[in-house]
């Protein structure tokens, strides 16, 4: 079989060609990854500003409180709270872990790990970062708007999003960015799909990519076919506030014609519900290769696991009804939508099955990458087991919309992406920088970290239990909510602390970049046996001398019959068989 | 559901928020989690289905404990030296993985599914049109209110008899109530915490509940659903009151509302004709 | 056998048609979710045609959807016949801004019978629909040009990959522009 020739062009020279306008899918992947640092800061501002609203109403966020809010004294005023609260989520998603998560993971190691020169359209790959930084700076300018950003919600539902409910430009704004970042997600994902299928390395079968590139691979799917569908809302919903239609406008909106709300909801979870996936996907593959790396061992149930992450894939495209059962559908149709939801519980228990097959009669090394990866499976088994509670029509006529579905999906989408994405930080980054990051650090990280995240998540599921709802100024406005004063409280204290403990890693990131005397990187590091580590760290320009040959699967560990000293044999060798 | 006694209470102070506060200072955190009391007939059919779920929840959490922790001391690189070499698809492993499958199938999927499936039919779909006694209500949500629209003596809505509250939604105890609803500008949640119920409220169509109270007192409602700078304070007051004083009630707010209601002003006519469906 | 320079052409025509459908698929799910919505407000009215649009232009949609069809057909030729490549790619030009004019007299029409576009749901669609494939022809138009280009100045370097890409585009803007005429015009 013949297989496309990779050309090799000499590498850049020039400062701008080099690091701002390259065509390099690893110096892509870098600035996807500072884009998406930059953002998570923004985000978990606003995350610490929202929490301290909810411990201290009233009272003025320190420090720099009294500079961001002169009018108020320094106190988060309401309006000020709820475009809070709708930027935290868009630019949680949208700007921190899309960009870390898909587009610099996903350019760094699509390529490496299928032994690729390349992105398959190096111009294609540019574009797309530069339309994200594009979107992120048309919202960015949005907050400096003189009525302020948008403030319905990150799902922004009309007719709360139309002239109506926001009648500044900020709405508008925030519907163009979210467009561009919309082109630049399917731009990516055209590109990646295509790159997995057609630029493979010889020998390198679906079932022989290392599972990082299956996640990544599935969720350049569900991007390339639902993230236009939210196109089609936001154009619309742009169409309605700025020429006039009617599309999602009723009741006092509506001056003339009449459109359907719940329109917009449709169409917006036809795209929201497979973007949960859409995120998690990349954090499960590389939780999947992580966990059998450091257990020096194959992962367990390698197909089985592949297959059932594309069951999911699959499954997540015809679930999204479950985010509007109190719009009260048909009931036919909220059972059906019921039904399909629970049934995603087996293939998620398959792979968890495998996750732990993989760690059984392992021997396990814990290194950073390792904790992280084992923090994702602790995370995302109570994620996603409190998933069920919403999944039930019942159960979730009460606890709809109130603090538990926000801790519910802060479990699955911000903690287990996050320690995914901390994980694949630490784990390629002597392939992308040439250095390894301080160990030591790393760990206080992780603890630092993972403590107070599971203060902050099951204690707003506590608060949801207890019927606290959703996106209040101050909820202690309701007398059944006053006695949740202490639990805010502790929740706003275990989010300071998870935010500062983020400080550990920007210095150890900051300090492994730029610092002096950080000793280089060998060229595989943590002995495991995929492409990426077969070349020298950091990778060099076109990645691979010659094209690999892959004669093995990504975890071949701990195989008995190895003469060579190693305990794992790269993909390109012959498997060892006794 | 277990009720401990200063939850007990603030149903029944809730008037002097100060009280409140002090009971709620003596609480424990268990007290603390505990979501309001229920006064809803229905309420306890939620919250079998949760505390089932908790359980299986519990276990299979448990057993993902077990393998993490467990696995993660016992096979520690410097306990044990030597991985053992499997890829995880000999007939043994599928068959273990599987019944895994099989098992969350069966305690969560199948459960959970059934048990919902018939509380929404039985229950929370099945609503009492056809009860003599039910009380309806037509509820109006904007931004930040809620209004309350009761049909007055001629039993038609939308007409100059018709009770019109602001906030305020009273109630006969161990009365089935209707409520039909709609919204003035965006979407709205009509959420009643203590009787654990909850639907959008939605420009341009009509959305439906109902629930039935067991006890008397003051409960809050609550907006669930984003819909503006001043969500928070979009706040009503349910007033559960027995059969005697609900009809005083009745008759007093009949005669103001007859005396004081405007029929030339078409705006106060926001109500509909009720959907007997 | 191949030679390997066939082969390569052969991989690069397979890697641009895989590029090609994952992108067409993604335009196609736009337009599917805005249909969707068509749908949901078609089933959900009483009467159809709404009184709104009673007195919508008639031949100027059929005229356009002629034109379309066939700039589709001399694209088509195009592609087949190498020898009037220059005729036919010039003439699918003309024939794409005709339509474009003539989508321009449609709403201008639209506006003269007291359709606009704030009239409530179905004008609504008629309008933003038109507008963002409008928009979406205004690319591909870019498109054919820059395939003109590639007729008239350096023919030798015009690839089939290119070539095919390009018009699989623009048959999918004729295909989208086909269903739009008949759901919003005819039926």
Redesign the interface.
């Known amino acids: 079989m013949a297989f496309l020739e990779q050309h090799i062009h000499d590498a850049p020279t020039s400062f701008w060609s080099k690091y701002i306008f390259s065509f390099d899918h690893k110096v892509i992947g870098k600035q996807f990854l500072w884009f998406g640092i930059f953002w998570l800061g923004v985000g978990g501002l606003m995350a610490m500003m929202i929490r301290w609203t909810l411990a201290y109403p009233g009272v003025p966020f320190p420090l720099i409180g009294g500079l961001m809010f002169p009018h108020s004294g320094g106190v988060v005023p309401?309006?000020t709270?709820?475009m809070l609260f709708t930027m935290h989520g868009t630019i949680m998603i949208f700007f921190a872990i899309t960009p870390i998560l898909i587009g610099a993971f996903g350019n760094f190691c699509i390529p490496l790990m299928i032994g690729a020169r390349d992105m398959i359209f190096p111009t294609l790959n540019m574009l797309s970062f530069w339309f994200s930084m594009l979107s992120g700076l048309v919202l960015l300018f949005s907050l400096t708007l003189p009525m302020g950003a948008a403030?319905?919600?990150w799902t922004s539902?009309p007719?709360?999003s139309t002239n109506?409910?926001q009648p500044g430009a900020g709405q508008t704004m925030w519907l163009v960015s979210l467009f561009l970042f919309g082109v630049s997600s399917t731009m990516g994902a055209v590109n990646y799909i295509t790159t997995v299928i057609t630029l493979r390395a010889p020998g390198m079968d679906y079932f022989k990519m290392p599972l990082t590139i299956w996640g990544i691979w599935l969720t350049a799917i569900l991007n390339a076919i639902f993230v236009p569908v939210l196109g089609a809302g936001l154009l619309l919903l742009t169409f309605d506030r700025v020429f006039g239609t009617t599309f999602f406008l009723?009741?006092?909106?509506?001056t003339s014609g009449?459109?359907?709300?719940?329109l917009f909801q449709h169409v917006f979870w036809i795209f929201g519900h497979p973007e949960v996936y859409i995120l998690i996907l990349p954090a499960w593959g590389i939780t999947s290769d992580l966990l059998a790396f450091f257990?020096?061992?194959?992962?367990?149930?390698?197909?089985?696991t592949a297959l059932s992450l594309t069951a999911i894939t699959v499954l997540s495209t015809v679930v999204y009804g479950h985010h509007m059962y109190?719009?009260?559908m048909s009931?036919l149709l909220?059972?059906s939508f019921?039904?399909l939801t629970?049934?995603i519980?087996?293939?998620s228990?398959?792979f968890?099955?495998?996750w732990?097959?993989?760690?059984?009669?392992?021997?396990?090394?814990?290194h950073s990458p390792m904790l992280f990866s084992?923090g994702v499976?602790?995370v995302f088994?109570?994620g996603g087991?409190?998933g069920?509670?919403l999944?039930?029509?019942?159960?979730d006529?009460?606890l709809?919309?109130?603090y538990f579905v926000v801790g519910h999906f802060h479990y699955t989408m911000a903690a287990s992406v996050l320690l995914g994405g901390f994980a694949g930080t630490y784990f390629w980054m002597p392939k992308m920088f040439g250095r390894m990051m301080d160990e030591r650090l790393a760990k206080i990280h992780f603890w630092a970290t993972f403590i107070p995240l599971n203060g902050v998540f099951t204690g707003m599921m506590?608060l949801g239990?207890?019927?606290m709802?959703?996106?209040?100024?101050?909820?202690f406005?309701?007398?059944?909510l006053?006695?949740?004063?202490?639990?805010n409280k502790f929740v706003t204290y275990c989010a300071i602390a998870m935010g500062v403990a983020q400080l550990f890693f920007l210095w150890n990131f900051f300090k492994t970049i730029f610092g002096k005397n950080i000793p280089q990187a060998s060229a595989n590091p943590w002995e495991v046996g995929t492409l990426e580590w077969t070349i020298p760290s950091p990778a060099p320009h076109y990645n691979f001398d010659e094209i690999p040959h892959v004669k093995c699967?990504p975890h071949e560990?701990?195989?008995?019959n190895l003469k060579t000293g190693r305990?794992y044999q790269y993909q390109t060798e012959e498997l060892v068989k006794s | 559901m277990d009720i401990s006694i200063p939850h007990r209470l603030?149903g029944l102070v809730?008037q002097g928020?100060e009280l409140?506060?002090k009971a709620?200072e003596q609480?424990s955190?268990w007290?603390?989690?505990?979501?309001?009391v229920d006064i809803s007939t229905s309420?306890h059919?939620?919250h079998w289905?949760?505390n089932y779920?908790t359980y299986?929840?519990l276990f299979?959490?448990a057993l993902?404990?077990i393998?993490?922790f467990g696995?993660?001391f016992l096979?520690?690189?410097k306990r044990?030296?030597?991985?053992?070499?499997?890829?995880?698809?000999e007939k043994k492993?599928?068959m273990?993985?599987?019944f895994?499958?099989l098992?969350?199938?069966l305690s969560?999927?199948l459960v959970?599914?059934k048990?919902?499936?018939r509380?929404?039919?039985e229950v929370?779909?099945n609503f009492p049109v056809n009860d003599p006694e039910l009380v309806k209500v037509q509820v109006l949500g904007q931004?930040w209110a809620w209004n309350f629209r009761y049909a007055g003596v001629d039993g038609e809505f939308n007409t100059a008899d018709d009770v019109v509250q602001l906030n305020k939604l009273v109630v006969p105890v161990n009365k089935k109530v209707m409520i039909q609803m709609?919204?003035?500008?965006?979407?709205h949640?009509f959420?009643i915490?203590?009787a654990?119920?909850?639907?959008?409220a939605?420009?341009?169509?009509f959305?439906?509940l109902w629930f039935d109270t067991t006890k008397t007192g003051n409960?809050?409602i609550?907006c669930?659903?984003?819909?503006?700078?001043?969500?928070?304070?979009m706040?009503a007051q349910l007033t559960v009151l027995n059969q005697e004083d609900f009809d005083r009630w009745v008759k007093e707010s009949q005669q103001i509302a007859i005396a004081t209601n405007d029929t030339e002003n078409m705006d106060l006519r926001w109500g509909w004709k009720w959907e007997s469906r | 056998m191949m030679t390997k320079a066939e082969q390569q052409t052969e991989l690069k025509s397979f890697q641009n048609s895989v590029a090609m459908t994952v992108t067409l698929i993604s335009f196609g799910m736009m337009f599917a979710a805005m249909f969707l919505g068509y749908f949901l407000v078609r089933f959900n009215s009483p009467t159809w045609p709404p009184v709104e649009i009673e007195n919508m232009p008639k031949f100027l949609p059929l005229f356009s959807t002629i034109v379309m069809a066939l700039s589709s057909l001399t694209y088509y030729m195009m592609e087949n016949k190498p020898q009037q490549r220059k005729a036919y790619i010039a003439l699918t030009l003309v024939l794409g801004l005709i339509f474009l004019g003539s989508q321009w007299s449609l709403w201008s029409a639209l506006a003269e019978s007291g359709i606009l576009i704030s009239n409530g749901n179905v004008p609504s669609m008629v309008y933003a629909f038109t507008w963002i494939h409008a928009g979406h022809i205004v690319i591909a138009l870019g498109l054919v040009f820059w395939i003109g280009d590639f007729v008239f100045r350096r023919p030798e370097a015009l690839t089939v990959g290119k070539l095919v890409n390009v018009g699989k585009f623009w048959h999918f803007l004729g295909v989208i522009w086909l269903l739009m005429y008949l759901m919003l015009f005819v039926l």
């Open positions: 309401p309006d709270y709820a403030a319905g919600g539902y007719t709360l109506i409910g009723a009741g006092a909106a509506a009449k459109g359907d709300p719940v257990s020096r061992k194959p992962a367990f149930g390698y197909k089985m109190t719009t009260q009931p909220t059972q019921m039904t629970m049934l519980s087996i293939p228990a398959i968890f099955a495998n732990l097959g993989t760690l059984w009669k392992g021997s396990i090394r814990f084992l499976v602790f088994g109570l087991l409190t069920l509670y999944a039930s029509t019942s159960i006529l009460y709809h919309d109130t506590v239990y207890a019927g709802h959703r996106r209040l100024y101050n909820p406005i309701y007398e059944f006053q006695k949740l004063m202490p639990i699967g560990m701990g195989n008995p305990d | 603030i809730a928020s409140v506060v709620s609480m955190l007290e603390r989690m505990q979501p309001p309420g059919l939620i289905l949760f779920t299986v929840n299979w959490f993902v404990c393998g993490l696995f993660s096979y520690w690189e044990h030296k030597k991985a053992l070499y499997t890829h995880g698809n492993h599928l273990i993985t599987a895994i499958g098992g969350v199938f969560v999927d959970i599914t048990v919902t499936t509380d929404m039919k929370f779909w931004q709609t919204a003035k500008d965006v979407i949640a959420y915490p203590n654990r119920i909850k639907a959008d939605i420009p341009g169509r959305s439906k409960y809050e609550a669930a659903e984003m819909c503006g700078n001043h969500h928070y304070l706040k």
